[in-house]
């Protein structure tokens, strides 16, 4: 086909459209379905697994492979940007990882206990693949799209993405709750019933993966395939990445206000970043919940909900950021995720943590856009907003990592419920660290 000229109304909704073909791995595999399948698998009082030569707690064991995950985002992403960039084949890095996370999911099919490894490793791909594809699907911005048309395609991508999600979380829903619609045997006992949505669940991952190979394949039909520069990849070209990264990190020490507020914002992150990991894993093993089916039913319901609350969320962080500033509105942000530590640590019914879902949910979209939005505003006079917007996202990543790592440790030394209040003091030091950002720069 002929190649579309920048700004084109095919080109955008193409670029677009991944975000409906990708954004079903964080709402059924990452944050729903799979966790709750997960921890169905224990079904003794053991929650323990062994696995490289350790014992560990259940969902410390896939919260330690999560932040090892982020850690190969973190160090891969700006050296494979880079050389996607430097030889004009940046289509063929985003497949590739597309790939990988798809089959990911579909894998994920075969996860048991008894082989582990193998488990994992379909786990891991799913989620390297989900996060490695992004890089470069966020890197197409700029190429096929004007600077006045970027705000608003990455907005429409954003709808799209939920709305694609959702409609898959629901069928996938029905699978789990009704599976005898769906060609499945589910018995007269509860025990058959509960075994019946088990092995519904297994099915969701391979729904999941296919939803996501195939709808991607119209943005890379679409997409400009990059233009082939000849160029031979060398020492430099595979450390440039990283070199540019070190370069915004010198400048940031010429610049106290982007440096506080950066500071502040890789702290209260770690938190915020890790209880969107952890939330469903959290309420399928500290709510009291009546039977599997509800577990089920709650859980979900729960994820529909803070997906919807965070839109509004958003919208009304960004109003009160415009009447009161971003710092003073982040502060308060921050207030409010404190108090969700420690409600979190004392509730136990199901409506507890309806409610607490729904202040989660409030506050989540929120802090995320006004934390980016606030990053942009502070950036000094430059044209390389790119090497600065890296250096953000791979800070963001970092917190993830340490984030995940430290709650994973409260996990296995003592109980999930402490280790969700301990996550409190990230939150009490970055206000104090927001509190330090000047109002102007120096």
């Not at 099919?109 to 994992?120: A, P, V």
């Not at 000849?230 to 595979?238: D, L, M, P, S, Y």
């Not at 106290?256 to 939330?279: E, G, H, N």
């Not at 108090?339 to 943590?353: E, G, K, S």
Request: proline content about 2%; some cysteine.
């Amino acid at each position: 086909m002929a190649k579309l000229e920048k700004g084109s109304k095919k080109l955008l909704n193409a670029w677009a459209f991944y975000d409906w073909a990708n954004s079903v791995y964080t709402l059924t595999i990452a944050s729903s379905i799979f966790p709750i399948f997960y921890s169905a698998l224990f079904l003794t009082d053991d929650k323990t697994v062994e696995a490289f030569g350790f014992k560990f707690d259940n969902t410390a064991l896939i919260f330690y492979v999560t932040a090892f995950t982020f850690l190969v985002v973190t160090f891969t992403s700006p050296i494979l940007s880079g050389i996607a960039d430097y030889v004009g084949n940046k289509k063929s890095f985003m497949k590739f990882f597309c790939y990988l996370g798809g089959f990911g999911c579909i894998g994920l099919f075969w996860f048991n206990l008894d082989s582990i490894y193998l488990s994992l490793l379909f786990y891991f791909m799913g989620l390297l693949g989900y996060w490695g594809s992004l890089v470069f699907y966020n890197s197409y911005l700029p190429d096929i799209a004007f600077e006045k048309q970027q705000d608003s395609i990455s907005a429409k991508g954003f709808s799209m993405g939920y709305i694609g999600s959702v409609i898959l979380l629901l069928i996938n829903l029905g699978m789990v709750m009704y599976p005898q619609f769906f060609g499945f045997d589910i018995g007269e006992t509860e025990v058959e019933k509960d075994a019946a949505s088990l092995r519904a669940m297994r099915y969701t991952f391979i729904t999941v993966g296919l939803w996501w190979i195939l709808f991607s394949q119209y943005t890379f039909y679409i997409l400009p395939k990059g233009v082939s520069k000849g160029h031979k990849v060398t020492k430099e070209v595979v450390f440039n990445g990283l070199k540019e990264l070190k370069l915004v990190w010198i400048q940031l020490k010429e610049d106290l206000r982007l440096k506080r507020y950066l500071a502040a914002f890789f702290v209260y992150s770690m938190a915020v970043q890790t209880i969107m990991l952890v939330a469903t894993y959290f309420g399928e093993q500290e709510i009291a919940w009546g039977s599997a089916s509800e577990k089920t039913m709650g859980l979900i319901i729960s994820i529909l909900v803070i997906q919807v609350v965070a839109i509004f969320g958003a919208i009304l962080t960004s109003r009160a950021s415009s009447k009161y500033g971003n710092i003073k509105t982040l502060i308060a942000v921050n207030f409010v995720w404190m108090a969700l530590c420690v409600c979190a640590y004392f509730i136990t019914l199901p409506i507890h943590f309806y409610v607490t879902a729904s202040f989660v949910g409030l506050v989540m979209g929120g802090i995320q856009a006004l934390s980016r939005s606030t990053y942009s505003k502070f950036l000094p006079e430059t044209e390389d907003t790119t090497s600065y917007f890296s250096f953000f996202d791979v800070a963001e990543k970092i917190g993830i990592v340490i984030g995940m790592a430290i709650y994973a440790t409260m996990v296995q030394v003592s109980t999930m419920r402490n280790a969700i209040l301990f996550l409190f003091v990230f939150f009490f030091v970055g206000i104090i660290l927001l509190f330090r950002v000047p109002k102007e720069n120096a």
